[in-house]
């Protein structure tokens, strides 16, 4: 007989054959080719089990009443599946390098990894299962979300992390007559990128969503030091 799995030949399996009162007969194991064989066997019912790492136990019931060759096609179900998948700063759309990746069971971590420089990552042999998969990265929100895992998992995931932002509103004033500053322009600068305001009639000035870190604000008004 070959095992495989779908079209994938298994030649790692271990192959034991059973008499009708429980006695091993023989065993073996696949070539490279998958093919596997029991030669010069007694009529009677066997069982012919097969054990592969990563796969579920295979039984099939064999019986032989005539002279000939019994041809037995083992197709295997896996019991793991690979997780991949990208993480991306939800705003930017850039990838996240060294985000950490943790697929979890209740509190037990089952996998975990953390993204490349591509915001890349591979979780090898994941058990079949419903888990959670939690996603963490500094300066972004947490994720965590329902993932089930499954035998041959076609599409990679692909996460996205919203940054930790705050808002920022504030008032420009004249110092000496402390009048509000109308037309003031106030630049935040955050991760490299300016982000740009003007003051309105009250002098005040407000911020959306700004990345949580360490940032430098100016002012700036005609006619004042900046």
Do not use: C, W
Request: charged content about 25%; overall charge negative; cysteine-free.
């Amino acid at each position: 007989g070959v095992v495989r799995n779908g079209n994938t030949i298994v030649n790692g399996a271990s192959i034991t054959l059973t008499n009708s009162e429980g006695a091993t007969v023989d065993s073996d194991r696949p070539d490279d080719s998958g093919q596997f064989v029991f030669e010069d066997l007694s009529f009677g019912d066997y069982l012919l089990l097969i054990v592969a790492t990563d796969f579920a136990d295979e039984e099939r019931f064999i019986s032989i009443s005539v002279a000939g060759i019994e041809e037995v096609d083992v197709d295997l179900n896996t019991t793991v599946s690979d997780v991949i998948g990208v993480v991306y700063n939800s705003i930017t759309n850039e990838p996240l390098e060294n985000a950490s990746i943790v697929i979890q069971e209740e509190t037990t971590t089952i996998s975990s990894t953390s993204t490349n420089d591509l915001g890349e990552f591979s979780l090898r042999g994941v058990p079949l299962g419903d888990y959670e998969i939690v996603v963490t990265s500094e300066n972004f929100e947490e994720l965590t979300e329902a993932l089930r895992v499954e035998t041959n998992m076609d599409e990679d995931l692909e996460v996205n992390l919203r940054p930790i932002t705050a808002n920022i509103e504030g008032t420009l004033y004249d110092t000496g007559s402390l009048k509000p500053l109308e037309g003031g322009k106030v630049t935040i600068q955050a991760d490299g990128t300016a982000i740009e305001t003007t003051t309105d009639e009250n002098g005040d000035f407000a911020f959306d969503q700004v990345p949580e870190g360490d940032h430098t604000i100016t002012f700036s008004v005609s006619l004042y030091q900046t």
